[in-house]
């Protein structure tokens, strides 16, 4: 979603703004603009890439050493010029850069036309900058009283920064539900959604929290909550190294992360599993092991591609620690009205830590008393900070809009959680838990394998890339892999793509078969194994085309299926984790051919901070 970054200190702003919007361009935008303030404040905005706002701005002045820039993903008016930030109020006394939705402010718009306002954009941002404006005229108050008073006008959420001429050594930063980040240097100060355009100039951060503000100048930074008296600052240590956030050598992020997971998953689970004592220890988990083991029920609410890591792991916790599991989109629990009571433990999945359907799930879960634990792969993000208690995917920045070493990570944290319930209840014997920790050890060194088969990815890739539909299909733990293959061949080559549980073909899908569209099968030797082959033979009778995702060396599906991609022979538990590889891979090369841009697929954002 939108992107936020600013700089106060005795560098060139301007560079370090660009730069950082170029760090943030991976979150999904359509404009982009900066305020610099050198005296006057000088706003240039553009609607595209980061490059056409450079291209723009290339030959003025942009020398200054207090500036804010903005990546924006349209909530309020479309894509342009003029509604792109920062937004400036109207007499020019405030420029602000917002992230967030301000719900109420058509009331607030009316009531400031009815005062003789006048407005320029469509957004609901310059209506804020017009209500700053308006109650620092009309009530002769400081700057920083003029921006808290206005925020306690606002219904919705958050994270801004505000400039004002009125007082140019001050920059102004809040929160309310939408992350904000402040760099820690030596007499400067750095602002940003995410630590990504910090993280080369200094690894100490503060995370702002809800209804924080900032008061930001050169040689000071002080922090207030506009609730309560006092705000607890923790100054933390950035786990994020700059190799992280750069390609590489690699031609997109995506294909970097898909070929990082060998590694991914290891730090995910190294240290946790102990093969010597055949244990798994999960350090966040440790005090609310009990309630966890105890558990009636387990409802995993997430988005996206971590709800399909959650379908997962209902097969896995149902199957090894035998606790009913239900999986909610946390867009439709949270208006649901969900049943749940404090024996019940909820489990929040997130990438970002920063979903807004998810950290909103989480609040009223815990209002009904649940547990509520978090799986997060950004450390010191708000869902990790929400929840009571939970584990970190050690995945590593994931800068791909597409999802994919995230969903490996948390696959792999589910798994080790199923596994330790599993054990802690006697429903693993020793026997099997030391076959599966084994296992788990294994798996990077079999996703190296498939990872190495690359070459005949692009070559199936090429065959299908003008395809207009593809099925992926699955049964038992494949069936949420299909949903995910479908989902990140959808979402970056713009083909359509459906999952489907592969017995349920029959009850619609099937009418749509024909020598176009490629049906793709996750059909490795499992105690299904016998009906997946009876659907493929299904499709080639209708003279489907398949792509079938097999274990090394079996023949039947050979002789039946035009292309086979072999998976190394894996406990049936941990399938999910070397299946998906190939379907990354697939998606990712279609894409490439089609001239898509992978890393920013149209319309999409990698950390969805809008309800
Ligand atoms: C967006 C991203 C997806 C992600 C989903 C949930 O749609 O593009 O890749 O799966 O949000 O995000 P989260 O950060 O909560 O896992």
């Known amino acids: 979603m939108c992107g936020i970054v600013g700089y106060i200190g005795s560098q060139d702003a301007y560079p370090i703004l660009i730069k950082g919007l170029k760090r943030l361009e991976y979150r999904g935008y359509d404009s982009a603009g900066v305020a610099l303030l050198n005296g006057d404040i000088s706003v240039y905005k553009k609607k595209g890439k980061v490059s056409e706002l450079e291209d723009y701005v290339r030959g003025k002045d942009t020398s200054c050493t207090i500036g804010i820039g903005h990546t924006r993903w349209a909530t309020h008016g479309e894509p342009s010029d003029l509604n792109a930030h920062p937004h ?38 310059e209506v804020l900058a017009n209500l700053i404006e308006y109650i620092y005229t009309t009530q002769q108050v400081s700057v920083e009283n003029a921006v808290g008073l206005a925020l306690k006008k606002v219904i919705g959420a958050y994270g801004l920064v505000v400039l004002s001429r009125e007082d140019p050594n001050l920059m102004i930063a809040a929160r309310r539900s939408s992350p904000l980040v402040i760099g820690l240097g030596s007499n400067e100060y750095f602002i940003a959604s995410d630590a990504t355009p910090i993280v ?161 799930a989480i609040q009223l879960a815990k209002e009904s008393g649940a547990l509520v634990l978090g799986i997060c792969n950004v450390a010191g993000s708000s869902i990790s900070r929400e929840t009571h208690a939970g584990v970190y995917t050690h995945a590593g920045a994931e800068i791909g809009v597409a999802s994919t070493k995230a969903f490996t990570a948390q696959v792999t944290v589910l798994t080790m959680m199923a596994m330790m319930i599993g054990k802690e209840k006697g429903l693993l014997d020793e026997e099997r838990f030391a076959h599966l920790i084994r296992e788990l050890n294994e798996i990077p060194g079999k996703i190296e394998k498939i990872l190495e088969q690359n070459e005949e990815f692009v070559r199936i890739a090429k065959i299908y890339k003008d395809a207009t539909n593809a099925l992926y299909l699955g049964r038992g733990v494949s069936f949420p892999v299909a949903l995910e293959g479908a989902l990140k061949l959808k979402e970056i080559s713009y083909i359509h793509a459906e999952g489907y549980p592969a017995a349920e073909m029959k009850h619609g899908p099937i009418a749509l078969i024909d020598q176009n569209m490629p049906v793709v099968f996750i059909a490795t030797r499992d105690s299904s194994y016998e009906k997946i082959v009876s659907n493929i033979q299904e499709v080639k009778a209708r003279n489907g085309v398949v792509i079938a995702i097999v274990t090394e060396g079996d023949e039947t599906i050979r002789g039946m299926a035009d292309h086979v991609i072999e998976i190394p022979e894996t406990d049936d538990s941990l399938i999910a984790l070397p299946t998906v590889i190939p379907l990354q891979l697939i998606a990712y090369h279609i894409a490439v051919m089609r001239g898509c841009n992978v890393d920013q697929p149209r319309n999409l954002a990698k950390s969805v901070t809008v309800e």
């Open 88 to 125: 400036q109020s109207e007499k020019g006394l405030f420029t602000i850069i917002h992230n967030g939705i301000i719900e109420n402010y058509a009331v607030l718009k009316q009531g400031l036309i009815e005062h003789g306002m006048s407005f320029k954009s469509e957004t609901d941002t």
């Open 200 to 360: 080369e100039y200094t690894d100490r951060v503060i995370y702002l929290n809800n209804d924080d503000m900032a008061l930001i100048r050169r040689n000071e930074l002080v922090l207030k909550n506009l609730t309560s008296d006092g705000t607890s600052v923790n100054i933390q240590t950035l786990d994020l190294g700059i190799s992280e956030i750069e390609k590489q050598g690699y031609d997109h992020f995506m294909l970097k992360e898909i070929f990082e997971q060998p590694r991914s998953i290891k730090d995910t689970f190294r240290g946790r599993i102990q093969p010597e004592t055949n244990e798994i220890r999960l350090g966040g988990l440790h005090e609310v092991k009990d309630k966890l083991v105890g558990a009636r029920r387990i409802v995993i609410i997430a988005c996206g591609t971590s709800w399909h890591a959650g379908l997962v792991g209902e097969y896995l916790l149902e199957d090894m620690a035998r606790i009913p599991v239900e999986v909610e989109y946390a867009s439709e629990f949270r208006y649901r009205n969900p049943m749940i009571g404090p024996d019940d433990v909820v489990l929040a999945i997130s990438q970002s830590g920063e979903t807004a359907d998810t950290l909103a």
